[in-house]
């Protein structure tokens, strides 16, 4: 077996007339008669080989075509372009060589439930889709990284371990410490903020923690925030750094991932508009939004456009499920499988939005001043932008003791969530730092927290206190709004969830 020419399924474009080798595992396959049609992946792409019967012995013919799901093997062939084929090219081939036969695979293209997925994650992540949200996942990393050391900001590790309570008292983990509990961190910024007085512009990139009691689509009890924190900054500089910060991200997910973002379904043509400047409305005017006319008329529509929509999936579960009772090709009748199990969940998702509609046109109608936005707020607000969406000055009450009074009116603080479009809701949550001494010692209490464990970061606000701020980007939550997953489970590879950690 001739394997001095092996190259992978990425360079084959520029291997074209050229006899090479290929390794990988069985993606897929189908045999008709005197030809199979073997789908391959190795971590680059998949690759069509096609196996002409006579065209390699008839012992490889037999092998090949009872070859399971996820076997590991080489081939050789020669590489052609072949537009319809996955990934533009194809390979006749000419030998392959198995490396470890796999049978019964248990994750079929016929599609499973969410429970059965994620009690097989470690096999999942070969799907299509988890190697597709993968590889976004790997640019939004990348990107956030170049940003910041693009930008002249230092890094900075801070604890995992801490005793120090950064959001909120009630979602701790609690860890056993040689005999005293500390917890992991909810966040790194008030550490982070230290360093701020020592390099100016840094950042912390790191797992944080949180013992949510939330089973939503956007809660993970582990997932990985980037904090930076700059010195001498106020709230129009920390808003202006996040625009271009999540124009960059976005910029790069397309330049580096636009067959990904295909073949996710992701909206292209609104990822383009990530652009700076987004948009920008207080807490007060979201509040407004929320409980006027045009979130009613808005959220009217929305449930037209709902129902229309589930008029159309069901009638195309109608017609497959018709198709499904005649004869057909064990591939067409597996592929009508898969698309129906999605279109299933798919209208699932419809009706459970249906539901929701009048709900949640009652929450926001019902709007007090006061409290944080509810998720389905943000979502609504979300919903009626076509590009980010700042919402700055929430009422210092729903917001955590950190956070700066506005000098002009104690009723708000210097803060801001950024609302992904589309729906996605809440992916920063930032601020300016309360800088008075006086002011901070006395949130620290309010809050029920006790000053003399806040000794240390109280001091930023002695020697030589500034005006400082920054914000914390979640990455699950900007996967899945770039990729346009709805649950942000699926945007990392070993979720951890209130109800479950699965492997
Ligand atoms: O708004 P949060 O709680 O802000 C902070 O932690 C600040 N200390 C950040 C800072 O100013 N340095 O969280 C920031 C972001 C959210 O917007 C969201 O993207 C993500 O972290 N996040 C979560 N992601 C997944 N699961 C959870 N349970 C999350 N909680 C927050």
Redesign the pocket.
């Known amino acids: 077996m001739p394997n001095n020419n092996k190259v992978y399924i990425s360079q084959l474009k520029d291997n074209v007339g050229k006899e090479v080798a290929l390794s990988g595992w069985l993606y897929n396959s189908r045999a008709s008669g005197k030809i199979q049609f073997l789908i391959i992946r190795d971590g680059t792409g998949l690759c069509q080989c096609i196996v002409e019967k006579g065209k390699v012995s008839d012992e490889l013919f037999e092998e090949l075509k009872h070859l399971g799901r996820e076997s590991s093997l080489t081939v050789t062939g020669t590489v052609r372009e072949e537009a319809r084929s996955v990934g533009g090219f194809e390979m006749a081939l000419t030998d392959a060589e198995v490396v470890s036969p796999a049978a019964d695979y248990p994750i079929t293209p016929k599609s499973h439930g969410v429970d059965f997925l994620l009690k097989n994650r470690h096999l999942h992540l070969r799907s299509q889709r988890q190697w597709c949200i993968g590889k976004i996942r790997h640019t939004v990393i990348d990107a956030i990284r170049r940003f910041f050391n693009d930008n002249g900001f230092i890094l900075i590790d801070t604890p995992i371990l801490t005793s120090m309570v950064?959001?909120d008292k009630q979602t701790l983990f609690e860890v056993d410490y040689f005999g005293s509990p500390l917890h992991l961190t909810?966040?790194g910024?008030l550490h982070?903020e230290s360093a701020a007085m020592s390099f100016g512009k840094v950042y912390c990139f790191g797992p944080?923690f949180?013992a949510?009691r939330?089973k939503t689509r956007?809660?993970?009890?582990e997932?990985w925030?980037v904090?930076p924190?700059v010195a001498f900054i106020d709230l129009d500089g920390i808003l202006e750094l996040a625009e271009n910060f999540v124009s960059f991200i976005a910029d790069q997910v397309l330049q580096n991932n636009g067959s990904e973002l295909e073949t996710l379904g992701a909206d292209l043509e609104a990822l383009e508009k990530i652009k700076p400047p987004f948009y920008r409305i207080t807490y007060t005017d979201a509040g407004d939004i929320l409980a006027g006319e045009k979130a009613k008329k808005f959220l009217a529509g929305q449930l037209e456009d709902l129902k229309n929509q589930k008029q159309q999936i069901e009638k195309r579960i109608a017609e497959l499920e018709q198709e499904q009772k005649g004869q057909l090709k064990q591939w067409k009748r597996d592929k009508n499988a898969a698309e129906l199990i999605e279109l299933r969940s798919e209208l699932n998702e419809v009706d459970t939005k249906i539901e929701n509609n009048p709900k949640h046109a009652k929450l926001a109608a019902e709007f007090v001043w006061g409290k944080d936005l509810g998720g389905s707020d943000e979502t609504i607000i979300s919903q009626m932008h076509d590009k980010p969406v700042f919402v700055t000055h929430y009422p210092r009450e729903a917001k955590?003791f950190y956070m700066k009074t506005d000098r002009d009116n104690d009723k708000v603080v210097l803060n801001f969530?950024l609302l992904a479009p589309a729906g996605f809701g809440?992916?920063?949550?930032?601020?300016v730092r309360e800088d008075d001494y006086d002011l901070l010692a006395a949130r620290i209490t309010e809050f029920g927290l006790k000053v003399e464990d806040y000794s240390w970061y109280l001091d930023l606000r002695k020697y030589g206190s500034v005006p400082h701020g920054?914000?914390?980007?979640?990455v699950?939550?900007?996967v899945a709004w770039l990729t346009g997953e709805r649950h942000?489970r699926q945007c990392i590879p070993f979720p951890r969830m209130m109800d479950k950690v699965y492997i």
């Open positions: 950064g959001e909810q966040t910024q982070v944080t949180r949510e939330s956007r809660h993970l009890t997932f925030m904090e924190e955590a969530d809440e992916i920063i949550g930032g601020s920054g914000f914390g980007l979640g699950e939550r900007t942000i």
